[in-house]
Structure formats: structure tokens, C-alpha cells
């Protein structure tokens, strides 16, 4: 549906002007008539579309979750009390503490008022609500179990904010250190080396193999520091923009961060975890099989997992099981095929797949804690030893001129 502006005349024959949403000029048409209007112009309203194209892109951001989970969670509530989504949505926009945000519910409702669906409306904004988002919604219009869409929605949305601060918290404190460690080195190497070397230079001392080692590394860092940076900042926004433009690229990339040795398992129980949370969400709102695959290429995170979701797609619509689709990818671990073998003889498979998404919630948050705890001794015996090495190069020659001397 599009937005339209329309001039019209009433029964009493006075002009009236307004918007309203429709899939073209005749089911606009059709629609004023059964208010009592009759049409004499329509255009479609282009602005509208550029306005929630610039409300879903300023609230596409870290903000943007909350905000989702408050609205599910008032709207849930709305929603099993029996007030009707109209006023529902305007109760949401009047307690809605972003400003944006309220600009984007008080269009919905507007959009709602007008004969549009809410998954309809809030497709209008795809940066905002996803296309899960967006199918549960349908699926529970579709079926009169909005309730219980939005309930499974917020469930949904907590989990996944759990889990990102979760590893938000377990690696600040490591990637604070490697950060400084790599900036330490760099002016370490690049300015105090140097200085040393013109002095050691002056007197003429013979140098000892480590400080040959570290004067050359010196004169190295020295020559190219501007590439390391330049490396260090461009080389992650390469690497994105190659995964985006080359879908080769992107799945070799996506095998390599499985096979790292200590990060590659952390990363495939991530994958699965999303994608074993999001398909039993799905599944349990009505969502079909085939559709909630679809969607869940995307949800995965991975372009691996997503390649692999096609073929069992594919061997699904030709008459398999899900399980018996799922086992012919490596990619999927024998406790999510076992699980998903029992959820489909006991006609539990959202259940079964719940399971396997907590099993991954209470293991992936131990195994962070282990992996940097790991990670920070060996960052800081690095800086050390990198410390120390530099001083028994620089004091070596030091200590061979004041022998000399004496």
C-alpha cells in the first residue's frame, strides 16, 4: 500500500482533503465512497515514503532494540486486555520517551486507521522492524494471536540483547588492552627507539644481535607506521565490504572465523544458537517451515549457514524431513539434528529447539569468560616481554661502553 493525497467532496458538498493509505487510485476511491466521499483527486504522497525512510535510518541504531522490547512489551499487554490497536498504538506513542520513534507509531496508527494491517504498515520501515519482525506480526494477525506474536517477540528481542552484552562485557576489557598494546608498540618502535639509536650510533659501541633486532624493527616501524594504521583502521572496512559485494568472499571469510583455533567453535555456537532461537520463534507464532528457513538465512548471522538453509529448503518442498535435511551439512551439530529428531516425533520441534537455544545461552557465556581469561595473561606477558626486550637491547650496548670506559 502507498500513502495518498486526496481532495474530495462529502454529502453536504464541502471539499475535504487528507491522507489515506491504499493499493491504488480505485481502492482509494472505493474506500471514500464508503465514508460518504466522493473523489476528485489523488496523488501519491512521496513524502511520506522519504520521511520513514529517514526515521527508520536515525533510529537504526544501538537504541533501537530497547525500544522495540518496550513496544512489544506495552503493546502485549494492551493487547490481552482487549484495547483495541488503534488506541493501543496511541497509548504506545504517548508513552514512548523517543521522539522518533513516537513520529513512527503515530504513523502506524494513522496507517491502521486508514485499513492497513500492522505488518503491512510496519513493513513501510524495514530498517526498524526486520522481516521476522514483520512475519511474526502477520502470522499473528493472520491467525488472532497477536498477543501472543508480541509475547514471543519480546522474549525474542531480550535474549538477543542478554547475549550481545554479554560479549560486549567479556571483551572491552581484552580489546582495551590488545588496542593498547598495538599503540604502545607503535610509539615505542616509532619515536623512544630512534633516539637510542642516534645516541648508541654517536659513540660508536659495538651492538649486540638484540639490538640489531630492535633498531631494525625500529627503522621498519618508522618507515611504515602510516601503512599499519592504515591497516588497522581500513583493513576490518575491507574485509566488510568484500563480504557484501563478493558472495564468495563472504562464505570463504564466514569457514575461516569457524576454523580460527580458539574463536571458530565460539563463533559456530553463536550461529546456531540464532539460528535454532529464531526458527523455534518463528515455528511457534505459525510462521511454515519453508518461510521460517527462509527468514532465518538472515537471522544466522552467517552466510555459511545461510548457503546451507537453502538446499534444506530446497530438500524439504522435494519431501524430506527437517532433520534429515539438516544432517547432510556438517555445519549443523549432531545436538541440534538429535533434538530436532525428537521434536518431530513428539510434535514438539519448537520446544526441542528451544532446548538447544538455552543449551547454547548458559554454554557460549562460560566459554567467553574461559577464552579471555585466557586471552588477558597472554596480552600482558606480550607487553611485557616486548618491554623487557627493548631495555635488554638498549642497556646491553650501555653496559659494554661503561665497561669499556673503565
Same mark, same amino acid.
Given at each position: ?19 489515506? *493509505?491504499? =493499493? ?21 504522497? $512521496? ?6 525512510? /529517514? ?7 544501538? #537504541? ?5 522490547? %518496550?513496544?512489544?512489551?506495552?503493546? %502485549? ?5 482487549? &484495547?483495541?490497536?488503534?488506541? !493501543?498504538?496511541?497509548? *504506545? ?5 523517543? !521522539? &522518533?520513534?513516537?513520529?513512527?507509531? #503515530?504513523?502506524?496508527? +494513522? ?12 513493513? $513501510? ?5 526486520? !522481516? ?20 514471543? /517477540? ?28 598495538? @599503540? ?14 642516534? @645516541?648508541?650510533? !654517536? ?25 599499519? @594504521? ?10 566488510? /565490504? ?7 568472499? *563472504?562464505?570463504?571469510? =564466514? ?11 565460539? %563463533? +559456530? ?19 511454515? &517451515?519453508?518461510?521460517? @528457513?527462509?527468514?532465518?538465512? =538472515? ?14 529448503? +530446497? ?11 539438516l544432517r547432510r551439512h556438517p555445519v549443523f551439530p549432531s545436538l541440534l539434528i538429535r533434538l530436532t529428531v525428537m521434536g518431530e516425533k513428539t510434535g514438539n520441534l519448537d520446544g526441542a529447539l528451544d532446548n538447544v537455544a538455552e543449551y547454547y545461552n548458559v554454554i557460549i557465556p562460560r566459554r567467553i569468560k574461559k577464552l579471555f581469561s585466557v586471552m588477558e595473561p597472554i596480552l600482558i606477558l606480550t607487553l611485557v616481554g616486548i618491554v623487557g626486550f627493548v631495555a635488554l637491547a ?13
Amino acid at each position: 500500500m502507498s500513502n495518498f493525497i486526496y481532495s474530495g467532496i462529502d454529502q453536504h458538498g464541502r471539499t475535504v482533503r487528507g491522507t489515506m *493509505a491504499a =493499493d491504488n487510485t480505485v481502492s482509494l476511491e472505493q474506500r471514500l465512497q464508503a465514508l460518504g466521499i466522493w473523489l476528485v483527486k489523488a496523488e501519491a504522497d $512521496k513524502s511520506s515514503d522519504s520521511r520513514r525512510s /529517514l526515521r527508520s535510518a536515525r533510529l537504526h541504531g544501538g #537504541t533501537k532494540r530497547r525500544q522495540l522490547i %518496550n513496544f512489544c512489551t506495552l503493546m %502485549n499487554f494492551t493487547a490481552k486486555v482487549g &484495547i483495541p490497536l488503534v488506541q !493501543a498504538l496511541e497509548i *504506545a506513542g504517548q508513552d514512548c520517551d523517543n !521522539a &522518533i520513534f513516537r513520529e513512527v507509531i #503515530t504513523d502506524l496508527r +494513522h496507517q491502521v486507521e486508514a485499513g492497513q494491517q500492522l505488518a503491512e504498515s510496519m513493513a $513501510k520501515y524495514p530498517n526498524l522492524f526486520g !522481516a521476522q519482525f514483520i512475519s511474526l506480526i502477520r502470522a499473528g494477525e493472520e491467525s488472532g494471536s497477536l498477543p501472543e506474536s508480541l509475547s514471543e /517477540l519480546k522474549r525474542y528481542l531480550e535474549w538477543q540483547e542478554q547475549i550481545i552484552s554479554d560479549v560486549r562485557q567479556a571483551t572491552i576489557y581484552p580489546a582495551v588492552v590488545l588496542i593498547m598494546v598495538i @599503540l604502545f608498540v607503535l610509539v615505542l618502535f616509532t619515536f623512544v627507539v630512534p633516539r637510542f639509536v642516534t @645516541l648508541l650510533t !654517536a659513540v660508536r659501541v659495538e651492538l649486540p644481535m638484540p639490538t640489531k633486532i630492535v633498531f631494525a624493527a625500529s627503522d621498519l616501524a618508522k618507515a611504515t607506521w602510516w601503512m599499519w @594504521l592504515i591497516g588497522l583502521l581500513g583493513g576490518p572496512m575491507i574485509l566488510m /565490504l568484500g563480504c557484501r559485494w563478493s558472495h564468495r568472499f *563472504a562464505i570463504a571469510m =564466514d569457514q575461516l572465523k569457524f576454523k580460527l583455533p580458539l574463536f571458530g567453535p565460539l %563463533n +559456530h555456537m553463536l550461529a546456531m544458537s540464532r539460528f535454532a532461537r529464531s526458527l523455534a520463534v518463528l515455528y511457534r507464532a505459525g510462521v511454515s &517451515i519453508i518461510h521460517g @528457513l527462509k527468514l532465518c538465512e =538472515d537471522l544466522a548471522g552467517s552466510p555459511v549457514v545461510a548457503r546451507d538453509l537453502r538446499d534444506v529448503q +530446497h530438500r524439504i518442498e522435494e519431501g524430506s524431513t527437517l532433520s534429515e535435511a539438516l544432517r547432510r551439512h556438517p555445519v549443523f551439530p549432531s545436538l541440534l539434528i538429535r533434538l530436532t529428531v525428537m521434536g518431530e516425533k513428539t510434535g514438539n520441534l519448537d520446544g526441542a529447539l528451544d532446548n538447544v537455544a538455552e543449551y547454547y545461552n548458559v554454554i557460549i557465556p562460560r566459554r567467553i569468560k574461559k577464552l579471555f581469561s585466557v586471552m588477558e595473561p597472554i596480552l600482558i606477558l606480550t607487553l611485557v616481554g616486548i618491554v623487557g626486550f627493548v631495555a635488554l637491547a638498549i642497556f646491553m650496548p650501555i653496559l659494554s661502553l661503561m665497561q669499556s670506559m673503565r
